[in-house]
């Protein structure tokens, strides 16, 4: 059975700083693309950031100099760091693997910034 569980929203002030987690369990986790997504309300689901297997790295636009997308494959875990964060990167964060045609995500983690 595959899981992917997110961890580590919650929030922040902006300016503030946060990372997620995603632990997988039930995949070869080093041989998956791994992304992450965000949705906020109203807005359709876009990606964030991506990593493949050999840590090459992908952002949006508007996340480009703020997060860090890495990934630990003795830990089966990725990670997103987000600094500088805005109030437009509220959303749901929702992890992603992919490998051919098996695509999993996670339940999502609120990530709120306000102050």
């Known amino acids: 059975q595959v899981q992917l569980v997110e961890s580590g929203g919650g929030l922040v002030q902006p300016g503030g700083s946060l990372r997620l987690s995603c632990a997988a369990s039930?995949?070869?986790?080093?041989?998956?693309?791994m992304g992450w997504y965000r949705q906020a309300p109203g807005k359709r689901r876009e990606l964030v950031a991506s990593?493949?297997?050999?840590?090459?790295?992908n952002y949006a636009d508007s996340v480009k100099g703020r997060f860090t997308i890495s990934r630990e494959n003795a830990k089966n875990t990725q990670y997103l760091q987000m600094n500088s964060l805005k109030p437009e990167d509220t959303a749901v964060y929702y992890c992603?693997?992919?490998?051919?045609?098996?695509?999993?995500w996670g339940q999502g983690t609120q990530v709120t910034v306000s102050s």
């Open positions: 990593i493949t297997p050999g840590g090459m790295t």
């Open positions: 039930g995949i070869i986790f080093s041989s998956y693309h």
């Open positions: 992603q693997s992919k490998y051919q045609w098996f695509d999993y």
